[in-house]
């Protein structure tokens, strides 16, 4: 009979995640994660089988995580363009405000590109939250078209915070977003 697992998946997942963006996803080895949850190398190699595994374990978690907050901010904002901002602005928030951070976090990002699986759940992502964002411009000509730019503008003005590092993310991006909104004009159908 199989031994009870004192640590679930979950809560195991949750801790790689943590070592991953604290410390970059080199940092997480067997060893550190063994250290760090209480269990031994062996029984993580037991459940993983290879470091590769582990880090896509721990990052496909990471994007449930993301999908279910995008799902959870898209259904709580207007259907508007400032409910668009609100939801943009909504998913900022767990950058934090530390421009540093933010960027160990784009390392991150280099392991999705990396990972075919990872790459096609980021698209999904993507695919998913261009048409929250395109529900809010729903009576606007090319209501798809906005959503796109509006999209690179907030990734774009993410990395420009990074380099200023102006006050509050959030803040930051909001403003960006409502200068993106003013310069497009978002006519009815």
Known sequence: MPRRRTVSDEQLLAMVLALI???GPDAATFAAVAKASGLSGSTL???FATKAAM???ALLYAWDRLDAETARLAGTVPKTPDGAVALLVGLSQDYGDDAAA????LLVLREDFRDPVLRARGAAWGT???ADIAQCFGSAKAPETI???MLSQWQGSLLWWGFGAEGPVAAYVETELRRFLG???VHSA
């Not at 933010?102 to 976090?105: F, I, L, R, W």
């Open 21 to 23: 963006q604290a410390q």
């Open 183 to 185: 310069a497009v004009p």
């Open 55 to 57: 880090l896509r374990a």
């Open 102 to 105: 933010y960027g160990e976090g």
């Open 45 to 47: 190699v037991q459940r």
């Open 128 to 130: 998913a939250l261009m």
């Open 147 to 149: 959503a796109r730019l």
